[in-house]
């Protein structure tokens, strides 16, 4: 199975600071990454596909980005409606696998 | 618009098979793929299985012994049995709807249905 490393596993940042989510897959998966946020209480929302193609209706302050088999969500400009959880997902092979999450609080 | 909504049980006994059905509204289960993914409290999301517009199914090995998914075209439902469910089963299942380009992307997902495994 291709194992997702992410990191951090939990961050808190300020109203209007930019973070930076990282995922490093075992191995190549071709950029057939996407990032979800998920709020409590909710299911996971797609934010962005193909490592850094922003899905419709995601605010531009979000962006992907990536390095070999390291990849990267970047937030900029946090709004208060970001606080969330963030996963990482790869769909280049099976099974399919998410990164553990990254809490994103909002001090 | 594209909806997709869980329904069963909320609790299950230990050793006992879980049955949940996946509505969808707003698009054919035979033009895109439906996949379960499940969630345990405060944990991480594990993909479970897919079921391909033409029918045929595909399942995470960790699972494949005790799953099974299934559907109904005239219903527009999608089925998932898993049997033999333990307390590490209990979990938010979901189902939702892969992207019609990218395999495995999953661009709608259903609210979810909780389910405790538990005597």
């Known amino acids: 199975d291709i194992q997702m490393t992410q990191s951090p596993a939990s961050l808190s940042a300020s109203l209007g600071e930019t973070v930076t989510i990282e995922c490093l897959a075992s191995?190549?998966?071709?950029?057939?990454l996407a990032w979800y946020q998920q709020k409590p209480g909710k299911s996971p929302q797609l934010l962005i596909y193909?490592?850094?193609s922003l899905q419709d209706g995601v605010p531009s302050r979000f962006s992907g980005s990536e390095s070999g088999t390291q990849y990267s969500l970047e937030i900029n400009s946090l709004q208060s409606e970001d606080a969330a959880t963030y996963f990482c997902?790869?769909?280049?092979?099976?099974?399919?696998?998410f990164g553990a999450g990254t809490k994103l609080e909002l001090k | 618009q594209v909806q997709l909504k869980e329904s069963g049980p909320g609790l299950v006994q230990p050793s006992q098979t879980l049955s949940l059905t996946c509505t969808v509204s707003?698009?054919?289960?035979?033009?895109?793929?439906v996949h379960w993914v499940r969630q345990p409290p405060g944990k991480g999301l594990e993909w479970m299985g897919v079921?391909?517009?033409?029918?045929?199914?595909s399942y995470n090995s960790a699972l494949k012994s005790r799953l099974s998914i299934s559907r109904d075209t005239s219903k527009s439902q999608v089925f998932l049995k898993m049997s033999s469910l333990q307390t590490e089963d209990t979990a938010t299942y979901y189902c939702?709807?892969?992207?019609?380009?990218?395999?495995?992307?999953?661009?709608?997902w259903g609210q979810g249905v909780m389910v405790t495994v538990s005597s």
């Open positions: 191995e190549d998966i071709y950029s057939n």
């Open positions: 079921m391909w517009s033409d029918g045929d199914t």
């Open positions: 997902q790869q769909h280049h092979d099976y099974p399919y696998t």
């Open positions: 707003g698009f054919s289960l035979t033009s895109y793929h």
């Open positions: 193909d490592a850094s």
């Open positions: 939702a709807r892969d992207h019609w380009v990218y395999y495995g992307l999953l661009d709608y």
